[in-house]
Each structure stands twice: as C-alpha cells, then as structure tokens.
C-alpha cells in the first residue's frame, strides 16, 4: 500500500511540473507556439516557446527578390503596407530612371523596417542593408532606390 501512495504522489507531482513548465503564458496571452497568422515575428524575436514544433515563422516580404524583414513592434498589417509601398518605389526607380536597369540595386542583400530608435530615418549600411523608420517610407519616395541604383548612394550612406 504504501508503494501505491508513492506512485500516485509521483505521478500528481509530475502533473504539477508539466502543467506549470508547459508553453502556454499564465497571463491569459496566447500560446505562442500556434501562431495565427502563422508569419509574424520580427527579426529580433523568436518562438515564445523554443519548442521544435513552434509553427511560428518571421514574417518576411519579398522584392524583386530582395527579403524585407521588420523590427519587434511593427504589426503584421503594417509591413505588408510597408512592403508594398517600397515595392512601388522600387519599381519606379527601375522603370523611370533606370529603364529596366536595377544598377547597384543588386547589391542590396536585404531590407529591413524599423521603430525609431536614433536619428537615422533611414540609411544604407556597410553590409548593403537598406534600414528605413517605418514612419519615414513615405518621405523615402523612389529617388533613394534610384540614388542606389545609379550609385549616387552608397553603403554607408545615412540621412537624418
């Protein structure tokens, strides 16, 4: 009998500890191991969980091949705005300037959007990625991308 009361007390503990280490948040927040939209993290997050069965995925944007990530802070409704607005000006800068011509623009490796955090609205860094405030991509307008591709605009290259 005795043996039995020890099973049981083992097996309750046991219970504790899974239910108090498990991936859920206590705080009433959703578990961050099933994402819904299933692409939203940012550059600087990971899985809440840190479980290998985490189906959350940064949320990445795409032009014309480049990848355009966001910063911890930027709604998934406001990158896929943000993208989309880069991705005209980016076209523009092509068709109007460059008549097809990307120039310099293949040296770009990625685009990242950011919450201020300096004075730098957006900038050109020596590793040939484009950082843009994500209140600054309307004033960034296509002449940045076309300064870029005529080499006007260099790694290195930040505005204030």
């Not at 239910?19 to 550059?43: E, Q, R, V, Y």
């Not at 940064?58 to 990158?79: A, L, N, W």
């Not at 002449?143 to 290195?156: R, T």
Request: proline share 2%; net charge negative; with cysteine.
């Amino acid at each position: 009998m005795k043996n039995w009361k020890q099973f049981t007390l083992i097996v309750f503990m046991a219970f504790l500890v899974f239910t108090f280490i498990g991936c859920g948040d206590d705080n009433g927040k959703k578990d961050p191991c099933n994402c819904n939209p299933k692409d939203h993290l940012a550059i600087d997050e990971n899985c809440g969980c840190g479980l290998a069965d985490c189906d959350c995925i940064k949320q990445i944007g795409y032009i014309d091949g480049i990848p355009v990530y966001k910063y911890k802070g930027i709604s998934v409704e406001d990158m896929d705005d943000a993208v989309g607005k880069l991705y005209g000006f980016y076209t523009q800068a092509i068709t109007e300037n460059r008549h097809g011509d990307k120039g310099h623009l293949v040296d770009v490796v990625e685009i990242q959007i950011s919450i201020a955090t300096n004075n730098i609205k957006f900038e050109y860094n020596l590793d040939n990625i484009v950082i843009i405030r994500i209140n600054e991509i309307d004033a960034l307008g296509y002449e940045f991308f076309s300064g870029v591709a005529n080499g006007a605009i260099n790694p290195g290259f930040e505005f204030e």
